[in-house]
């Protein structure tokens, strides 16, 4: 591998600059650790004020550090930090780990420090991880850059955190569980080095089977997510998103807007890079050993093997819960089964042996079951006994799961009675859980990948018929008015493909009549005002309008209406539309996200959506899979495929105005919210029809 | 205490008959667990076969065994039970506990045996526990009847199990860790003391201060939903279902049978009477030890105080998920914090006092927030260090706890590391948690406890204008076809008060006329036939019929039509009902559930039912309180309670229909199923009027 960031984790020297010899101090620790660990290459600690720190030789400055060095780790107050860089820029450095705080996370002073630390970096070709870090630590060189205590076993988990001070007591919790790691990697704030960067460096790693990551903040989301969604491809990426409940402050301008809390673009980036979101500590690293030590299961049918009724119970709800199904075992398998088990014994699925069953019996069963036809996945549950060897079973049941390529995912029920068992199982690649629900959850984020990786992307379409310029000049004019009304909506739409109901803008009731000529009735009238932004919250919508002489009346009646009722509101006219047919409401939106961009949001229309937020999002640009997933992902979906005898909707016709609004929010970056609401759908081959839109531009 | 059940936990004298003297047996375990406890009754292993056992007296037959005793441990083969029962009786034994298997777990014949010992035991006066459990630990008395390994501390826990399987465990999960109990209950195939009756008993028992329950199946639903009640108004229960996807197999006949899973009525149940549902086995022990050891909340504002900000992120998050608040804090208060902490932490709300934060400091936050008016919840967050002693600051937790009375709920993340922190802490009864996301959970639902106790739980209302006697023939009527159809439902909702949309039926197109006569037009008509259940389905509604002709041209035309689509159905006429003005339309009906009784649901109506899955239940009868919090439950409540300027709707009609429907299902048992739908609701004071209805009886 020859990217940038290698030296990070196979440097051939190492300087650590700052050492100190009072073992009091982080930096003592770092040294500590780096000589206790099996890294082979060179290590310099780096203080004026030492001749020799743990036995080895301290070099007064950096200058004067032999070859090979091409790692430094900085532990030297902030304030001093950039000059340190400066020199080990000098010296030919071409990573440094900057451990020490009092940078960004205090305020503006730290912050231009940070930013004079990557300039220097930047300067001579320097990476940074850090600052305000714990350090790294690589698990096949031995490299060990922090000053946590222990140092966990070697395995196929690549690890990331945002937040330092987790580490420790991360490293505390997966100690002597055979919880096997590739990198354990603190970033810091990410002065360079980012998140992302070390998802592509691990995506690459042939040592790094899973990505594990906490991480609290995404900078450059659209980068996030085509790196992630690259690295996916090739191996899973588990992550733990903290800040998933910030609240939005913002006003609400749209539907879309309101829609879309600030933690959506996120999930849905996640979602479309087939990242695995979990929800907290326990599910990450349960998630996280199963696919690095086991296969992908090639379907969702899982059999339950048991000592005891009462877990396998909790286990079957689970695996209900997530979309695992427990099927039939094969005739073949119960004859076999029937013959060694106890005559009381369950044959069927959950296989319950019984108590006091021991390890040739899970054995029997789980070689049995490999040989299944019916069977993708195998837990075997144990609950122990005093009369239990359960180190036995595990051994039994490492041994059967090598008859076949299924995964198997035991749960031994208990804590210090099955802590061997424990080491046996996972020293062997076999997850093990204590509690009987956990399965569930693991196996639907295994399915869940399996299904994304199977799912072929197609590319994007090409869109026909865009007009740009006329789109240019609408939001050229609207720019001091920040936002657009269904009026100059219209237009924009229409010029970029979207089918729009027949209409036009009428300033007084003459023109409404020129316009009712010109389209032919029935018409629906709508009020025109930038101060009126739900028109029909304010009685602004009339409708079925069947002659010249009614609409001419109704002008008059509306406009007085409406300056009873809105006395401040600046009444532009009316805009006069022929009544479109009856067909299914949706709405379709756009708001922009700050990291991710454009989010695009499917939803059922009327008031339910507010009502039932029944909504999807995906980031733009969307390929025609996609869209057609984001209508079926909602209840409304189930309305257009044809719910309870109604006709088929048109469902290309909603994927094609999905992905124009998507292509308007690519071109046009100063579009901050965009929502076409209602669309009508019509039935297959009908096509659709906007009713109404509106836009919102950035400040 | 003077129930029955005494004798199982306060034995003066204890006989285990079969007791074995081999070391392999389960006898042997339970007569050297009697022997090790600190019980200080007298203890008789009882077997013709042996002189002594474990250096005690053994008797050949349990006549022979001398005064005191009133407990007998039941361990021989399950055909020979009946027998040792009746002597049992005979020597005047009050309880015993029957240990062995062989009985309704293995089939018919075990079946009969297990009726036996319970007919024996009902001449005898004798109570039982078992057969097929593994036996009950008393912690205040030290009787233990069990032949688990591994006595668990003692506290304010009472457990019920009817998995014996999963005891075993539940006693190493819990083991070393402070998390005490009151009585460790294995249940076993509850032939006589039920999982009910035990409630009841912990329910009385001082030292029981939350009841925690594992449960497959409670087979007297409407006692269990009365003791509940009781005893939750005393003490938390807090209960882990098994069986919770059980899907039933049953046919669809009517909207409230689809939605009404076989779950349901257990979930509605619990939530009625104040049982805290959890969804896994370490859910059920993190809310058991916050509710026995820590007050419950006044209120839902929280404050964190942390060592590190990641860990601190993830909890609020599970705060804000879980309807937890974080409020800014007394501006007295971060002075005080202030004054003492690092000048870069944080002193707003979550307080991030920074890494290698001390003992000391944890305890001046923990007291300094204690009197802060704006938090009701502390949460102190430890990730250690090398350089911290996670004790030390345990011990500053509990002495700054000790200075108020709000509930304090520590977060040490680790696991090897903070293992004697944690005996510490759960030692003086502050509960530890190891993940920074169980807070939020475990809050919620000691909140959702509190407010179902402050709940002032209002009688049943008396029901005026209830005629039974039409009802009754209605029903005598339709015994032999199974079902009502809305012809004949109609008068049975008119005679229990619920209004119906003028109408009837008409078996010609003249009738047909004649009704439009009587009742006036606009009329809606819709065809009737046992056959059809979903009318719309097929075409069989007509509406908006203005005049007498076109009811008669119509009335030819909708049966040649539905002749045509369903050739099989006997077609018996039509109903001519007025068109009732527009509402919102909802759903009423009532399932019945063979153990808890008559389970009503309130949803919204329409294909959205269906579609949404928006819909609450209750276990009749209800009261007027519970009925308006079924609505409020929904999403449809948000639309009659004025949602988006529609104007508030008649919640009092409809609380009426909900009640009236809970009395006609109670009054007559062999309603399996009674639907209203739709009922339209009107605005505020002006009613609701039901449009269609339908009836299942039992068959």
């Not at 020199?87 to 305020?107: L, N, T």
């Not at 009731?509 to 009712?516: I, K, M, T, Y």
């Amino acid at each position: 591998m020859t990217s940038s960031l290698s030296p990070f984790f196979n440097a051939a020297g190492v300087a650590v600059i700052g050492a100190s010899s009072n073992p009091q101090k982080l930096s003592y620790g770092i040294l500590k650790n780096l000589i206790n660990s099996t890294y082979k290459g060179a290590v310099y600690p780096v203080n004026p004020g030492s001749a020799e720190i743990l036995g080895r030789r301290c070099y007064a400055h950096i200058s004067e550090v032999p070859d090979p060095v091409d790692l430094a780790v900085i532990v030297v107050p902030a304030p001093v930090t950039p000059q340190t860089l400066e020199d080990c820029g000098k010296r030919g450095i071409k990573a440094a780990i900057i451990i020490s705080g009092g940078f960004k996370e205090v305020g503006e002073s730290g912050s231009d420090l940070e930013k004079e630390c990557l300039e220097i970096a930047r300067r001579y070709g320097m990476r940074l991880i850090g600052p305000n870090c714990v350090g790294t630590m690589c698990m096949r060189t031995g490299l060990n850059t922090t000053f946590i205590y222990g140092v966990p076993d070697t395995g196929g988990i690549g690890f990331l955190s945002q937040s330092g001070a987790v580490c420790g007591g991360v490293i505390d919790m997966v100690l002597g569980k055979k919880i096997g790691f590739s990198h354990f990697i603190s970033m810091g704030n990410e002065a360079d080095v980012t998140e992302t960067d070390l998802i592509e460096y691990l995506g690459e790693d042939p040592s790094t089977r899973v990505i594990a990551a906490y991480v609290e903040q995404i900078r450059d989301g659209r980068r996030f997510l085509e790196v992630a969604r690259k690295v996916s491809r090739v191996k899973p990426i588990v992550l733990l998103k903290a800040g998933r409940s910030g609240a939005g402050a913002r006003a609400v301008s749209s539907h879309t807007g309101s829609l879309a809390g600030s933690y959506t673009a996120y999930q849905t980036a996640f979602k479309q890079a087939g990242v695995i979101e979990v929800q907290n500590w326990s599910e990450l690293f349960d998630v996280a050993i199963a696919f690095d030590f086991q296969p992908i299961p090639a379907g969702r049918r899982a059999v339950i093997i048991t000592n005891a009724g009462g877990p396998a119970a909790i286990t079957s709800d689970a695996l209900a819960n997530n979309g695992l199904l427990l099927e039939d075992l094969e005739e073949a398998t119960k004859v076999e089964l029937r013959k060694h088990l106890n005559p009381a014994a369950q044959v069927s699925n959950p296989v319950d042996m019984l108590g006091g069953v021991d390890g040739p019996m899970y054995g029997m069963a789980v070689s049995t079951l490999m040989k299944d036809k019916n069977v993708d996945i195998i837990l075997p549950i144990l609950v122990p006994h005093a009369l239990t060897n359960s180190v036995e079973v595990a051994q039994a049941i490492i041994n059967a799961s090598k008859t076949g390529s299924k995964p198997v995912l035991p749960v031994f029920m208990g804590d210090q009675s099955v802590a061997e068992a424990r080491i046996t199982l996972q020293g062997n690649r076999l997850p093990m859980y204590v509690y009987p629900e956990t399965p569930g959850l693991v196996l639907r984020k295994m399915l869940t990948y399996a299904e994304w990786r199977e799912q072929q992307m197609e590319g994007i379409q090409v869109l026909n018929d865009i007009r740009v310029e006329p789109v240019q000049k609408i939001l050229d004019d609207a720019q001091k008015a920040g936002s657009l009304g269904e009026a100059q909506t219209r237009p924009l739409l229409e010029a970029y493909g979207i089918p729009v109901v027949k209409g036009g803008f009428a300033a007084s009731a003459s023109e409404a009549a020129h316009l009712f000529d010109e389209i032919g009735g029935p018409v629906v009238m709508k009020i025109v005002s930038p101060e009126i932004l739900h028109k029909s919250d304010v009685g602004g919508i009339r409708l079925n309008l069947a002659d010249r002489s009614a609409v001419m009346a109704e002008y008059d009646r509306l406009m007085n209406d409406i300056r009873r009722a809105k006395p401040d509101a600046h009444l532009e006219g009316v805009l006069i539309e022929k009544m479109a047919p009856r067909g299914q409401e949706v709405i379709i939106g756009m708001k922009r996200d700050a990291g991710f961009g454009p989010l695009l949001m499917f939803g059922l229309g009327g008031i339910y959506v507010e009502l039932f937020k029944d909504v999807a999002f995906r980031i733009a640009p969307v390929s025609a899979v996609e869209a057609h997933q984001m209508i079926a992902e909602t209840r409304a979906g189930k309305l257009l495929t044809g719910f309870r005898g109604s006709a088929k909707a048109d469902l290309d016709a909603v994927v094609n105005v999905i992905q124009r609004l998507g292509r308007i929010s690519l071109d046009f970056p100063q579009i901050e919210e965009i929502e076409v609401n209602p669309l009508l759908v019509y039935p297959e081959g009908q096509g659709a029809l906007a009713l109404d839109g509106r836009v919102i531009l950035k400040k």
